[in-house]
């Protein structure tokens, strides 16, 4: 009997304009819909999911209906939206705006190797440095906030510093923390999957994923 894999995508990730370059490389599986690719990258990246984000994808914009603010018209529910249905060809790009905090998304290639082996939902396996605090308005004070870190003369420095009650480092990164992250949400998804599979079962409902989504050997 032939077994089905799902695709995973590799995806590559860049906070734009920042003053020291900050980006994670990540796979995740090609059925994961846009609004669950969301709360990956805020792992990914370090973020609090504090703030609104959208994305915008062949000039076409997609947020979360569920959030308390209420999304601009024109806005696709991004709960609705596979990455397999939005994804085109690797080497397409796309935005995530995250708050102030713009990010530049590449689609590198389909990782077919990855779908074989299996495993969590998303894995990421390198980046880059540490997002910015979050409460900071965006590149611009962030620059100054680093600044400031490595200069006991800079004006304002207590003011920047602080807006933050931690010790921050900013070329930290710590990729088996964020991946310990990725697995325990994979875990709760599995789970999830588990019990809507039973209920279309119970029901005698069938849902079929795209094929081109996945790999059969």
Known sequence: MQKEHLNYYRFKIRLSEA?????????????????????????VMGWDESL???????????????????PSKGDRDAANYSLFSLMA??????QYQYGPWAHHVTFEWIDREAAKIGGPHA???????????????GVDEYAEFVEALEDDLYPHRNELLGKINYM????????????????????????????????RKKNKLVVLRPKECQITE
Not at 123 to 137: H, I, Q, T, V
Request: contains cysteine; charged residues 25%.
């Open 123 to 137: 894995y990421c396996f390198s980046g880059k440095r540490a997002c910015p605090p979050e409460c900071l308005s």
């Open 19 to 43: 003053p020291l370059p900050i980006w994670r490389r990540l796979i995740v599986r090609c059925d994961v819909p846009l609004g669950l690719f969301h709360e990956m990258l805020q792992i």
């Open 52 to 70: 609104e984000y959208r994305f915008v994808i062949a000039g076409s914009r997609y947020t979360d209906y569920d959030q308390d603010w209420k």
């Open 89 to 94: 060809n690797p080497g397409q790009g796309f």
């Open 168 to 199: 921050f480092d900013p070329q930290a990164f710590d990729v088996r923390q964020v991946n310990r992250r990725l697995i325990q949400l994979s875990v709760e998804l599995d789970q999830v999957e588990k019990d809507l599979i039973a209920r």
